[in-house]
């Protein structure tokens, strides 16, 4: 019985990819909104190799009026590819490229500096 849940743990281990993201999260306050993110960064080989965000304003309007910027944006790209993939659905916003929306080269950052370039947007990392 002992090598069956050992053998279940080791293996929920190597499933789960253990390791493998850096989640950040953090509550922020900008021109008088409130918005809590999530930011989870997809490690390989100890660098980062895609980003992903989760924006929950505390009001759906914030959260409409950002959606809203980003389909604009998305309207002046020229190519599919440099359009941001975002889903917004009441007060949350996910976003699955971040660094396209952000604006920020993470693609291939060191874990470490990535986690401080989070903490200084007042993000705690995990």
Known sequence: MKKVVV???ASLF??????????????????GKKVTM???ATMKSDKVDKVSA??????KKDA????GLMELANSFAEKDSDKIDVKCKG????????AKM???????????????????QDLTCK
């Open 7 to 9: 053998l279940g743990l």
């Open 38 to 40: 999530k930011v989870t």
């Open 64 to 67: 409409t009026e950002m959606c």
């Open 54 to 59: 989760k924006m929950t304003f505390s009001d």
């Open 14 to 31: 190597l499933l789960t990819g253990c390791g493998n993201k850096v989640v950040c999260k953090g509550t922020q306050k900008e021109s």
């Open 102 to 120: 952000s604006g920020e080269s993470t693609k291939g950052m060191k874990k470490a500096d990535f986690i401080k370039a989070m903490e200084a």
């Open 91 to 98: 007060k949350t916003i996910e976003i699955k490229d971040y």
